[in-house]
C-alpha cells in the first residue's frame, strides 16, 4: 500500500490519529467537577450561579400582612349580617350600629305619606328573612326606647315576614332593644295562606327559630279559622306600603 503524500495515517505511519472533542462534551466535562463550597456567610439565595446550591433549601422569608382580629367584647349575635371580622372593622370606624340588629330590637319604619310605624324583631335567620310584630299609630319622629316601654305582642297591627335590608342598609333606625324582652312572649305563630289556584286555605306552622322553615301545613275551612297572621315573604318597600295604608289612610 502506498501512502498518500502529506496525510497521516495510522496504517502507515502507526501514529493514532487524534480525537474530535465537541463543545457540548468538553462543556459536561467542565461541569463534572466538584462543586465550588459555599461559603457559610453567603446563603444560598443570594448565589443563584452557584451550581451547588439547592435555591429552594433555603426560600427568602415571606412577609405576611397582620389581620384584625374581631373584639371579643363586641356583641356577637347569629343573626347579624355581618361577619364578626367585619362588626369589629365598624366598631373601630365608628359606624358599628348601622345596620345591626338582633331579636328583641325595636325599630322604625318610614311611611310613604310622612312620620314613623314602628316594629319589633321577633325571629331572624342567617339568611335574613325576619318576623316582625308592627305597631301604630303613626309617629311623627323616630321615638325614643323609653316609649317602646308599652308595646306587646297582643297590641300588634300586624304581623308579618319580611327581608332585612331596611334595616341593614339603615332606612329602618334601629331604636334599641326592648325593655325586659322576653322571646316566649313573641312567639313564632302560625300563618294563613290562600292559594286562589286551588281555593283552599292553609295554616302554615313554621320552626320557632327560623321564619323561613316550614314545619308543615293544614287545610282550614273558611271563616274563623282564616283569621290570623298573613303567610307571604316581602320587602322593606312593601311592608311600608301596607304600614301606610293601615296607619295614615288616604282622607275621603
Avoid at 292559594?195 to 282550614?220: I, Q
Amino acid at each position: 500500500m502506498v501512502a498518500t503524500p502529506g496525510r497521516h495515517n495510522a496504517h502507515t505511519t502507526g501514529e493514532p490519529l487524534p480525537l474530535k472533542v465537541s463543545r457540548r462534551s468538553a462543556s459536561a466535562g467542565r461541569q463534572s467537577g466538584p462543586a465550588r463550597p459555599l461559603p457559610a456567610s453567603e446563603p444560598c439565595r443570594n448565589d443563584p450561579s452557584n451550581l451547588g446550591c439547592d435555591a429552594r433549601a433555603d426560600p427568602p422569608p415571606r412577609s405576611v400582612a397582620s389581620k384584625p382580629r374581631p373584639d371579643p367584647s363586641f356583641r356577637a349575635d347569629p343573626a347579624s349580617p355581618y361577619s364578626p371580622l367585619e362588626r369589629a372593622q365598624m366598631k373601630e370606624s365608628g359606624v358599628a350600629g348601622r345596620g345591626e340588629y338582633q331579636e328583641g330590637d325595636c325599630f322604625a319604619v318610614p311611611l310613604r305619606s310622612d312620620g314613623f310605624a314602628v316594629g319589633v324583631v321577633a325571629r331572624s335567620n342567617p339568611a335574613g328573612v325576619l318576623l316582625g310584630y308592627f305597631f301604630g299609630p303613626k309617629r311623627s319622629a323616630v321615638p325614643t326606647i323609653a316609649e317602646m316601654q308599652g308595646l306587646s305582642p297582643e297590641k300588634a297591627t300586624v304581623i308579618r315576614k319580611f327581608g332585612h335590608l331596611g334595616l341593614r342598609g339603615g332606612k329602618w333606625p334601629i331604636i334599641g332593644r326592648l325593655p325586659g324582652w322576653d322571646r316566649i312572649s313573641w312567639p313564632m305563630p302560625a300563618m294563613i295562606r290562600y292559594e286562589e289556584l286551588t281555593g283552599r286555605t292553609l295554616r302554615v306552622y313554621y320552626d320557632p327559630d327560623d321564619p323561613n322553615r316550614v314545619l308543615r301545613e293544614e287545610v282550614v275551612p273558611p271563616g274563623v279559622a282564616e283569621q290570623g297572621p298573613k303567610d307571604g315573604l316581602a320587602g322593606a318597600g312593601f311592608r311600608e306600603t301596607v304600614l301606610t295604608r293601615l296607619l295614615d289612610p288616604p282622607s275621603t
